[in-house]
Structure formats: C-alpha cells, structure tokens
C-alpha cells in the first residue's frame, strides 16, 4: 500500500513538472521612427522675364506714380498697370520685352495623403550691386498654384486644405508674384542690368 502511495506521488510530482518544462519566456522588443521632416526645393526660380522699365520722381511733396507687373502663376500672360503721379510727380512706367515664368516648388518625403500649409514670403527687394532704384516683389496666397495631387490647377487657399500630398507624400506648386517699381522718388533710374533677390516659402503640416 505504501509503495503504490508513493509511486502515485511521484507520478503526479513527474506530470506536474512536465506541465512547468512547456512554458517558456522570451523578451520582446518594440520601436516606433519619427520622421516629420520632408523635402521642399525650388526646381524653377521666379522670373519677371525682361522689361523696360523707368522710376517716377517726387518733387517737393509730390507723389511719383508707380508701375506694377502681375506675374500669374498659371503661365498666362502678365498685365501692366500704371498709377497716375500727382502735382509735378513724373510717371513710372513698365514695358514687357521677353515674358516671365513662374516659379515651381516640390514637396517630398511627406507623409501620404496628408494636407500641407503654405505660407507666403510677403514682399522682398530685387535689388542690384550697382544700387539706385530696387524693385518691390509681393507674393500672396492667390499667387500660387497647385499643380499635382487632388487638387491640381486650383489657386492655393490656406482656408480649403486644398494642398495634399499625393500617395508617395509629394506635391508641386507654381508661384507667380507682382513686380513693382521703386516709390522713393529720388532713387537713381533702373540700369541695363539683372536685380536678383531671395524669399522663403514655408510649408508645413
């Protein structure tokens, strides 16, 4: 009776340690790669293409006219307009000799499908080592253009979410701009020569 107690026992003491030797453990690892960085580049700058262009005077405390020319960011053809000068102000005036293209930007590496906020640069200096009279350059909002993505050929509207990154996270866009001649009267005409300036364009999620 004893024996067989005992080798019951011992029976139960085998079957319990082989329920033990089936657990087994193991250390698992888990990471997670943030990457909100993307890519934004210039692929084409900006051009007002090639003008005639003359500054106004200011005599006394007159006011010298101002010329202006709107560079659209859809590649239409750019538009003139001249201010009238006051008192004995002489008049500015803008001339297209060669016509300007707009400039084009890329987003890259972005996260798909997801919607990017531009902010414009507002207004810059083209100026000229030589100095005298600098052009003024104002880009707005409704001078960039979508060009790739959902919303592709729509005019750019921080309101409507309407930039989008495609399924590989890019987007394009075209920036037009208007050109304006220098209002400080006593400035030195515009010389045969190029006026060069940089801007920033922001683009975020």
């Given at each position: 009776?004893?024996?067989?107690?005992?080798?019951?026992?011992?029976?139960?003491?085998?079957?319990?340690?082989?329920?033990?030797?089936?657990?087994?453990?193991?250390?698992?690892?888990?990471?997670?790669?943030?990457?909100?960085?993307?890519?934004?580049?210039?692929?084409?700058?900006?051009?007002?293409?090639?003008?005639?262009?003359?500054?106004?005077?200011?005599?006394?405390?007159?006011?010298?006219?101002?010329?202006?020319?709107?560079?659209?960011?859809?590649?239409?053809?750019?538009?003139v307009t001249n201010t009238a000068?006051?008192?004995?102000?002489?008049?500015?005036?803008?001339?297209?000799?060669?016509?300007?293209?707009?400039?084009?930007?890329?987003?890259?590496?972005?996260?798909?499908?997801?919607?990017?906020?531009?902010?414009?640069?507002?207004?810059?200096?083209?100026?000229?080592?030589?100095?005298?009279?600098?052009?003024?350059?104002?880009?707005?909002?409704?001078?960039?253009?979508?060009?790739?993505?959902?919303?592709?050929?729509?005019?750019?509207?921080?309101?409507?979410?309407?930039?989008?990154?495609?399924?590989?996270?890019?987007?394009?866009?075209?920036?037009?701009?208007?050109?304006?001649?220098?209002?400080?009267?006593?400035?030195?005409?515009?010389?045969?020569?190029?006026?060069?300036?940089?801007?920033?364009?922001?683009?975020?999620?």
């Amino acid at each position: 009776m004893n024996k067989l107690l005992k080798l019951s026992s011992l029976a139960a003491l085998v079957a319990l340690s082989g329920n033990y030797a089936l657990a087994e453990t193991a250390t698992g690892n888990a990471s997670v790669t943030v990457s909100n960085a993307f890519t934004l580049e210039e692929t084409t700058p900006l051009s007002f293409g090639t003008i005639r262009a003359q500054v106004g005077s200011i005599p006394s405390s007159d006011e010298a006219a101002y010329s202006e020319l709107s560079l659209p960011a859809d590649g239409s053809n750019a538009t003139v307009t001249n201010t009238a000068s006051t008192g004995d102000g002489t008049a500015s005036s803008i001339n297209i000799i060669d016509p300007g293209t707009p400039g084009t930007f890329s987003v890259s590496g972005a996260a798909p499908n997801q919607v990017l906020v531009i902010t414009p640069p507002g207004a810059f200096d083209l100026t000229t080592t030589t100095g005298g009279a600098v052009f003024e350059v104002s880009i707005a909002e409704a001078d960039i253009r979508i060009t790739s993505g959902a919303n592709a050929n729509r005019t750019y509207s921080s309101g409507t979410n309407d930039l989008i990154t495609d399924d590989s996270g890019s987007v394009t866009f075209d920036v037009g701009g208007t050109l304006s001649t220098d209002t400080d009267g006593n400035a030195t005409n515009y010389r045969d020569v190029t006026y060069s300036g940089t801007y920033t364009m922001t683009v975020e999620y």
